[in-house]
């Protein structure tokens, strides 16, 4: 085969070399002819040498594009063998330059793509047809650093960085097995983003699977920026404010929720990763709690749930009862409230919104400024703020607490964009308060409670286990029972392995004084 | 014999105990107790055991029924009296639906301006709720079972609020038991009819269970639950009022939660009626769903279309109810018409359905 390809190539150059006698020396011809080239000349950063060999005196060409390329490979590892070895044919290349990528093609169209990428591509004096592409990729990436948005005390401490190679490099790590597929697809026509689907063969649903694929494939946008945008891209139903993939930028928790069953996407030049199908209750279950005894993290767990249903509810049920039912409120609890209501000029729904506006600018404020003035912010704003306007009668002090406690409670939520999602879902809350009183907020509550029960992740119900009610799925839900009893995969996964390990083995009684 | 139901859109056997519970609960709870002891004083409890009881063999006759066509109530009318006479009793349920879903939501929005808010617009309020009901039912029959359940098992603590009555019971308020004439029971268990119906809807839902013939148990299990539930209610009501109050206490249920209190919480009926508002949520999306389901089986309507018609009417009459006698006498014809098909039409059709099937096993052989 490789005689066949060299007697071939020999003909070619023999072919173009009695042509280039007839011709005359053009160094740049045979270059000349390509579209791409035209389009690129005009970037300052394409670059283009030319160099001569010094044993057989054959000139060779370095095409690429230099903000791609660690020039340094180049000079170290190609150049001089380049120069100083037996450069006849391109096929030479392979064996003379000690770096592993090396392609010889013929493919034209090739070659956009592999400059783009950070290959340089080698053309060879009196080689028409073939050219070699060398890999000398540069790579800025930052270090590893801790996760910030997902920080634990216990654990792991490396967080995912913007390359998709580092990335998986920290995934495969964790998971060294061949069932372990990583599927990539390149998705946005002018992005070009490499999106990695990953899943463990034997374990995960194929149709999870081909879920995502098949929507992955069908995105049709120019630039992807981040995994965000994919998010808002597959997600089922697009119009809902509750994210329907989970994210995470922790590569412990991908290795974890692929050992589960679930798939994961990670797309170039993000560092959070996505998981998919989830569930609502996944959402409050923060990765520390697998680091903790299972009964501390099940009272966590239960804590955060409280904190959510508190931090929704209870500025519309402050509305509801000042405004229509304070025959609610026992007669002790009433007067204390009368006492710090007794000076407010404003209806209760107009206090409540001047409050939760207030902390609303706070956080928004307090996220677009750089950390430490964004400290200091939230400082003076929710101190001096709050006091003052409690002294100048604006509201009661009273609400004060119970909205900054409310605000303490959405920030319980591990995952940020449900953090995000419990901000906005009081305002409704507040409105439909104000119009029925309990009631209002009983609908408003309906309506939610249908929205969640349409909602699915990958075709999978958002609400499992809690509807359709599954009850072996609530050992990791609600509360997170010990791992001797998780030995099987969650149900609503439908796993192709649904066990994790063997039942018998975990569970040893003894007998006392044995 | 129907086209099956692809998988995807059925709901598990066991659902069905929380389907049929739903339907069952509703308004009637709430004031049921003056009313059946009206005529069997403070027996009644026993005829609410009673009718209670008597409930299962309708289940049975109804898992029959459905198993014997492998359908639902369309399939049913069309197996025994052919496909057009058929089309026009089904018809009869439609209006048998929207008559209940009528009666469920006016009367609760009565509830509400006599205990809440007296000037609450019966339109506004209506709109808003079959909106609610409408998006619900657009989302298929898994998300209406899923309302099913949650609104049955996030209320359910308010049944331990009715423990705060027991600590002013009277237990001799019961007794002599068996005070009362065989009649006056029988009249007393038939007056539970509107607080039991509800019961009869595996009719419509049959071919969107998974296993449908294994739900029957829980169908049963239901049925004894709601009994259960009723016979303590009623039993609690009557220890705590004396008879004389109990026939001036149009809602028992609702007054019973005057007593209760908690250090944070008083005068409990507030957050008693907001809550009702669940409860009564499925009541509206099932009969909206069955109705809809019907007028696409007979009529090929596209249930979307259906749904938003059948909610538009319920929107457009329930402005007509506006007085408390013609309240009054919603609910009385929604008992009626639902003792009608569920104690007279339903044993009529499981005969009517063993004859056809013994005739069309002659007629092949």
């Given amino acids: ?514 | 014999m129907q086209q099956p139901v692809p998988e995807r859109l059925q709901v598990s056997p066991f659902l069905v105990l929380y389907l049929i519970m739903s339907m069952q609960i509703g308004i009637g709870v709430l004031g049921y107790q003056r009313i059946i002891a009206k005529d069997a004083g403070y027996d009644a409890w026993i005829s609410v055991l009673a009718a209670g009881l008597s409930i299962h063999i309708i289940i049975w006759m109804i898992y029959k029924i459905c198993g014997t066509v492998e359908g639902d109530i369309v399939a049913a009318n069309a197996y025994v009296f052919g496909k057009k006479i058929g089309n026009v009793i089904s018809s009869v349920f439609i209006f048998y639906l929207l008559i209940f879903a009528l009666a469920v939501l006016r009367t609760f929005i009565e509830v509400i301006q006599v205990w809440m808010f007296p000037e609450i617009s019966t339109f506004w309020y209506s709109l808003v709720f079959l909106l609610l009901s409408v998006y619900i039912v657009f989302g298929g029959f898994r998300t209406v079972t899923g309302i099913a359940f949650f609104c049955i098992v996030l209320p359910s603590y308010l049944l331990l609020t009715f423990g705060f009555a027991l600590k002013y019971a009277e237990y001799r308020n019961l007794l002599p038991i068996f005070d009362h004439s065989l009649k006056e029971f029988a009249t007393s268990a038939y007056n539970m009819s509107l607080t039991y119906i509800g019961f009869e809807i595996p009719l419509f839902f049959y071919p969107f269970i998974k296993d449908a013939p294994k739900s029957q148990k829980w169908a049963h299990l239901g049925v004894f639950l709601t009994t259960i539930i009723y016979t303590v209610l009623a039993i609690i009501t009557f220890t705590y009022f004396s008879e004389a109050q109990l026939a001036k206490s149009i809602w028992a249920t609702l007054e019973m939660w005057k007593i209760v209190s908690m250090p944070f919480v008083e005068r409990f009926e507030y957050i008693g009626i907001a809550n009702w508002n669940l409860i009564i949520l499925p009541n509206i999306c099932i009969a909206l769903w069955g109705g809809s389901m019907i007028l696409k089986r007979a009529y090929k309507l596209r249930q979307k279309k259906g749904v938003i018609l059948l909610a538009l009417i319920c929107l457009v009459a329930v402005s007509f109810f506006d007085t408390r006698a013609k309240i009054n006498l919603l609910n009385d014809w929604t008992a009626k018409i639902g003792f009608a098909v569920t104690y007279v039409y339903i044993p009529i059709l499981f005969i009517a359905t063993l004859i056809a099937k013994k005739v069309k096993n002659k007629n092949e052989n």
């Fill in chain 1, 1 to 514: 085969m490789r005689q066949l390809f060299k007697k071939k190539l020999m003909q070619d150059i023999e072919k173009e070399a009695a042509r280039q006698d007839t011709e005359g020396q053009k160094p740049e011809q045979y270059l000349n002819e390509h579209e791409w080239e035209k389009a690129l000349l005009k970037s300052h950063d394409f670059k283009r040498t030319f160099y001569v060999n010094q044993k057989t005196e054959k000139k060779f060409c370095f095409s690429f594009i230099s903000t791609l390329v660690d020039e340094s490979i180049l000079q170290n590892n190609a150049l001089p063998y380049l120069l100083e070895g037996e450069l006849t044919e391109i096929v030479d290349v392979k064996s003379l330059i000690p770096i592993a990528d090396v392609q010889v093609s013929d493919h034209n169209e090739d070659i956009e793509t592999k400059l783009f990428n950070g290959y340089v591509l080698l053309t060879l004096e009196g080689e028409e047809k073939y050219f070699a592409f060398i890999a000398a990729q540069k790579e800025v990436v930052r270090n590893v650093a801790q996760p910030e948005v997902e920080f634990s005390v216990i654990g792991p401490k490396e967080s995912f960085v913007e390359s998709l190679d580092h990335n998986l490099n920290m995934i495969r790590k964790r998971v060294p097995v061949k069932e372990l597929i990583i599927e990539n697809y390149t998705v946005g026509s002018l992005s070009k983003s490499g999106v990695a689907i990953l899943y463990i063969d034997g374990i995960t649903n194929k149709d999870n699977v081909n879920t995502v694929v098949q929507r992955v494939k069908d995105i049709e946008f120019d630039e992807i920026t981040d995994s965000s945008y994919i998010v808002q891209l597959i997600s089922d139903n697009q119009n809902s404010p509750f994210p329907q993939l989970l994210d995470t930028e922790r590569p412990d928790r991908i290795a974890a929720i692929l050992a589960e069953g679930k798939v994961a996407i990670l797309v170039d030049g993000s560092p959070h990763a996505l998981i998919g199908p989830t569930t609502l209750v996944e959402f409050f279950g923060s990765f520390e709690d697998y680091f903790l005894n299972y009964l501390l993290s099940s009272f966590f767990r239960l804590v955060r749930l409280f904190a959510v249903a508190f931090s929704i509810l209870i500025t519309p049920i402050y509305v509801a009862a000042l405004s229509y039912h304070y025959e609610l409120i026992p007669k002790d609890l009433l007067s204390t409230l009368i006492t710090s209501r007794r000076e407010i000029p404003l209806p209760p729904i107009l206090e409540a919104l001047f409050l939760e506006l207030t902390i609303e600018l706070l956080r928004e404020a307090g996220a677009r400024l750089p950390t430490k003035v964004g400290q200091t912010i939230g400082i003076v704003g929710g101190i001096v703020i709050g006091t003052a306007s409690v002294e100048a009668g604006l509201t009661s002090n009273v609400l004060l607490i119970i909205v900054a406690l409310a605000a303490l409670a959405s920030f319980t939520t591990p995952v940020y964009r449900m953090g995000n999602t419990i901000r906005l879902l009081r305002f409704p809350f507040l409105f439909f308060a104000e119009l029925w009183g309990m009631l209002g907020i009983v609908v408003s509550f309906s309506f939610l409670l249908a929205h969640l029960l349409k909602l699915t992740s990958l075709g999978r119900p958002f609400l499992e286990p809690l509807y359709p009610p599954r009850i072996t799925d609530f050992k990791d839900a609600i509360i997170r029972l010990p791992f001797t009893m998780q030995y099987n995969r969650p149900q609503y996964l439908r796993t192709e392995n649904p066990v994790r390990f063997s039942e018998k083995k975990a569970k040893q009684k003894k007998d006392i004084d044995e």
